[in-house]
């Protein structure tokens, strides 16, 4: 099932992310359930796109990656 808006994401993502993260998380999200049949690969491949950009900072707070602006 695609999220249609950010709040409809689920609260790990929602509670934990920046806003910019969670639209990437949501576009990836939307885009794989398109691709594949497996939810668990939709969650995967959005988490996998969020980690592109983002990292976990020593305080477990996702912040962006040096490399990108």
Known sequence: M?????SDL???VKDNLPKH???IFQAA???ASNEH???SRWFA???AAVEEVY???DDGNW???PNHK
């Open 37 to 39: 049949g497996d939810e």
């Open 45 to 47: 491949t959005a988490w």
């Open 29 to 31: 999200f939307n885009s």
């Open 21 to 23: 993260a969670q639209e």
């Open 55 to 57: 990292q976990k900072n």
């Open 63 to 65: 912040v962006k990656k």
């Open 2 to 6: 695609p999220y249609d808006k950010l």
């Open 10 to 12: 689920p609260s790990a």
